[in-house]
């Protein structure tokens, strides 16, 4: 029997925090709130009204936030937020992260990031290449592309008059004649035609069966339909 895999966990770094709570709960309830945060450690944010104004950490956060409530930024906030962590370990990365994203108005220095490397050269170097890559592109010689075979065109009487054969109709007492080239072309009243019915509707007018519409002359003279050709 297989043994099911322990679900992972994942380990919580912030383990209680407060948003945005009034600075005068300090002067009612000093009491409560300092004995709830007594000896633990975390960031703090600082607001005035709705903006952000100060990040800070501390290992005592009881005694930082007393603390400004007195110093020089003790006049510029209104509001607070406080972060309890679990461990010690990533506190300082984390608090500078926050001010280089934030960067509040309150805090005089930028967190620093120690062991981390700046990408940006590396990025600027990306850029380059294909930026590069791109003029090459835009003025590179192409060869000129070679000519297009021309698609052959769908002659149905192709084959079917070797020489040439003249094929004939009648319509309202009116005679026509066309010319059927060997390679399946109909001339007819100076223009050329692909098909039988095509060149049938320029001589009536309108939508024609060519294959009944225009005849040859067999051997014997008689006239017949050009359909009767695709029987045998």
Do not use: C
Request: proline residues 3%; charged residues 30%; glycine residues 8%.
């Amino acid at each position: 029997m297989t043994k099911k895999k322990a679900k992972r966990v994942a380990r919580s770094i912030v383990i209680g925090h407060v948003e945005k709570v009034s600075r005068h709960i300090f002067d009612t309830y000093k009491k409560q709130i300092t004995s709830m945060i007594k000896g633990h450690h975390g960031v703090y944010a600082l607001y005035r009204r709705n903006t952000l104004y100060y990040i800070g950490l501390a290992t005592n956060l009881r005694n930082r936030i007393n603390t400004h409530l007195k110093d020089k930024h003790s006049k510029s906030w209104t509001h607070f937020s406080l972060y309890i962590f679990k461990r010690q370990n990533y506190i300082r990365e984390l608090e500078a992260l926050l001010l280089r994203i934030a960067y509040p108005e309150g805090n005089s220095q930028k967190g620093k990031l120690k062991g981390s490397s700046d990408l940006k050269p590396v990025l600027k170097q990306l850029v380059k290449k294909e930026q590069s890559k791109e003029l090459d592109d835009l003025f590179k010689a192409h060869k000129p592309a070679g000519k297009k075979k021309p698609v052959a065109a769908n002659r149905p009487l192709k084959g079917l008059f070797k020489g040439g054969k003249m094929i004939y109709a009648t319509y309202q007492g009116k005679d026509y004649k066309a010319w059927v080239n060997s390679n399946g072309r109909i001339s007819f009243d100076g223009k050329f035609y692909d098909s039988p019915s095509v060149a049938g509707k320029a001589a009536r007018k309108k939508s024609t069966n060519g294959w009944r519409f225009w005849k040859y002359k067999d051997k014997g003279g008689k006239l017949r339909p050009i359909g009767d050709l695709r029987k045998g």
